[in-house]
């Protein structure tokens, strides 16, 4: 009976204890989360190219889809060789387009006549990477004597844009870091740790080249390569605290 008595004693003890530290929990509860400052930096650097690429090509004509084959097919094996002997690898030349079009008679207006097969063309074109700019304008002049007809899309770049990436987004940050300290201290703030970091690249911006035509009288092609630039976004968000 006295064993009883003790047993029923020490948990309704142990019941009150527990329950006591239940009402004091609220007490130990964490701080309200602190408030925070969201920035977004920008930054850019730019560097001169050091490659190129572009497309070029003999468009050629024949009564029969045969000869106009064996017109394309002499003038393009020559153009080739011609962008080989000036120092291009194999690997930067691909054929990027093939057609054969069979080309028709336009009647005049009014006229009932149908129109009339008169003879095919056929397109051959390849992209060509350039790794050293300095026989870029070499390169055009012989390709045009070597019988293209045919060139365009013309675009610098680098061979390695992780470098001036890295640069734009060092330069992303430190404006974000220097907004972020002027809006707080222009707000009675203080900047605590960094809670997030998010870099947001839009990607390296190439200065566009205009299409390039090429005519056969042409000679010591003039080239401009300008600079390219890359840009990048980064997003910081910092705790603060009134000062």
Known sequence: MIARRLH???????????????????????????ATL???????????????????????????AEEALAANSKSMGELISAIKAIGIEDRDIATSGFSISPQYSQPAQNSREAPRLVGFEVRNTVGVKVRDLTRLGSLLDRMVQAGANQAGGLRF????????????RVAAL????????????????????VR???PSDRGGDMIASAPM??????????????????????????????I
Do not use: C, N
């Open 8 to 34: 029923r004693h020490l948990a309704a003890a142990l019941a009150l204890s527990l329950s006591l530290g239940w009402l004091a929990a609220p007490a130990h509860a964490q701080d309200p989360e602190r």
């Open 38 to 64: 969201s920035v977004v930096g920008e930054g850019e650097a730019a560097a001169a190219p050091d490659m190129a690429t572009f497309s070029t090509g003999v468009v050629a004509s024949g009564k029969t």
């Open 157 to 168: 770049g680098l061979a390695d844009d992780g470098p001036l990436m890295e640069k734009a």
């Open 174 to 193: 430190k404006d974000a870091q220097a907004q972020a300290k002027t809006l707080a201290e222009a707000a009675g703030m203080r900047l605590l740790r």
């Open 196 to 198: 997030r970091i998010a």
């Open 213 to 242: 035509m090429m005519k056969a009288e042409a000679r010591a092609v003039p080239i401009e390569a300008g600079e390219l630039a890359a840009r990048a976004r980064i997003t910081i968000v910092y705790e603060v605290e009134p």
